[in-house]
Structure formats: structure tokens, C-alpha cells
T-cell receptor
Framework: NAGVTQTPKFQVLKTGQSMTLQCAQD?????MSWYRQDPGMGLRLIHY???????DQGEVPNGYNVSRSTTEDFPLRLLSAAPSQTSVYFC??????????????FGPGTRLTVT | AQKITQTQPGMFVQEKEAVTLDCTYD???????LFWYKQPSSGEMIFLIYQGSYDQQNATEGRYSLNFQKARKSANLVISASQLGDSAMYFC??????????FGAGTTVTVRA
């Protein structure tokens, strides 16, 4: 199993550009999510999905879009990049069942810089 | 709403000694899970240990143990026999009636030889 994979590993964008961060998992997990990590802070939830076709907002959703057309993939789109979106982005997945009972598996992260 | 507080921004520990990382939480849900993750300098998030709110016994995983005090809403991580490879950032997190994780700000541990 590859687990959770993310591409790209690094990305530099100019203000106003758009891009998509890719995330895929091969564990047949129902739940997937995106977090961002800023210096000196813990991870904060951007968007999440409890299954294909179902997405919802997390704590910091502004400026980001998601969709979930398959169980495996959960891309994160930056609509118009801003310097405040400079961060490290993590994708995570976990199996369904009783919420809060299973660990989340994290991808290796994407380091994004917006100039 | 859930909240995790980690009050120790940084800690130093001598190799082979034990270290305790503090974590307090706040949630109104009766059922929840507490997690600890390790983030080395390479950046990946590594799951260490889990404690369910209804678990009677404190969780242990190798050199990691969780000192769970439900009444005090405390879930401290104990790392025994510290190794140089334990130098990393450690995050406490909580998840309750949904699958969302709320993280603390983290504690940096530096192990000295």
C-alpha cells in the first residue's frame, strides 16, 4: 500500500494564480480531509469529506475548494492564491465506523509558497 | 467545539530519561478519542498512540504511554527511555462525534546525548 500520497511536494505560486493540490489514498478509506500547518501552530482543518460526493467545510475554508468524485481522490483547489495561503498542506484519511475511534493517516505534505 | 491546549512550547530531555508532554482538552461530547502524533524535522505526521474516552486502562505503545485523567480532561504523553530519534514536534489531537481532528499547538522535544 502506498497509503496517502500528495503531489506536488513543493510549489511556488504568484498571487492570483490558481492550482490544485492532489491527494490520493489506496486504503479504501471513507473519510478524507485537508489541513494546513502554519509556523508555530498545529494543523487546522480546511475541508473534509465523509464519502464520495459529500464534502463540507472545516475551520479555515475560505479561498479553497474541494470535490470528491471517487473514494480514492480528494483534490484541493486554490482559487486565487494569496500570500496568506503560504503554508504546508496535509491530506489525511481514516476509515469510517465510530467517529473518533481510528487514527488518521497523513500524506507527506505539500509546501506551498505564494509570492 | 473542541479545544486542545499544550502549554509546553519546548522541552529538553537527556537521552535514556523519560519525558512527559502535557495535553489538556475541552469537549462537551461524551464520546471522543485522543491522539498523539509525532512530526520530525522531515515534516511527516506519524501516529503514536490513541486513547478512547471510555477506555478504562491507559493506552501504551512500546515506549509511549498515555496518562489519561478523564475528570481533569488531561491526556499526557510519556516517552520512556528517550532516544536521539525522539527529537521532534509532538501534537495532541482530539476527535469526537465526527471525524475531524482538532490539534494543539505542539511541543518541541529535544533529546540531548
Amino acid at each position: 500500500n502506498a497509503g496517502v500520497t500528495q503531489t506536488p511536494k513543493f510549489q511556488v505560486l504568484k498571487t492570483g494564480q490558481s492550482m490544485t493540490l492532489q491527494c490520493a489514498q489506496d486504503m479504501n478509506h471513507e473519510y478524507m480531509s485537508w489541513y494546513r500547518q502554519d509556523p508555530g501552530m498545529g494543523l487546522r482543518l480546511i475541508h473534509y469529506s465523509v464519502g464520495a460526493g459529500i464534502t463540507d467545510q472545516g475551520e479555515v475554508p475560505n479561498g479553497y475548494n474541494v470535490s470528491r468524485s471517487t473514494t480514492e481522490d480528494f483534490p484541493l483547489r486554490l482559487l486565487s492564491a494569496a500570500p496568506s495561503q503560504t503554508s504546508v498542506y496535509f491530506c489525511a484519511s481514516t476509515r469510517g465506523g465510530v467517529p473518533g475511534s481510528y487514527e488518521q493517516y497523513f500524506g507527506p505534505g505539500t509546501r506551498l509558497t505564494v509570492t | 467545539a473542541q479545544k486542545i491546549t499544550q502549554t509546553q512550547p519546548g522541552m529538553f530531555v537527556q537521552e535514556k530519561e523519560a519525558v512527559t508532554l502535557d495535553c489538556t482538552y475541552d469537549t462537551s461530547d461524551p464520546s471522543y478519542g485522543l491522539f498523539w502524533y509525532k512530526q520530525p524535522s522531515s515534516g511527516e505526521m506519524i501516529f503514536l498512540i490513541y486513547q478512547g474516552s471510555y477506555d478504562q486502562q491507559n493506552a501504551t505503545e512500546g515506549r509511549y504511554s498515555l496518562n489519561f485523567q478523564k475528570a481533569r480532561k488531561s491526556a499526557n504523553l510519556v516517552i520512556s527511555a528517550s532516544q536521539l530519534g525522539d527529537s521532534a514536534m509532538y501534537f495532541c489531537a482530539i476527535s469526537s462525534n465526527d471525524y475531524k481532528l482538532s490539534f494543539g499547538a505542539g511541543t518541541t522535544v529535544t533529546v540531548r546525548a
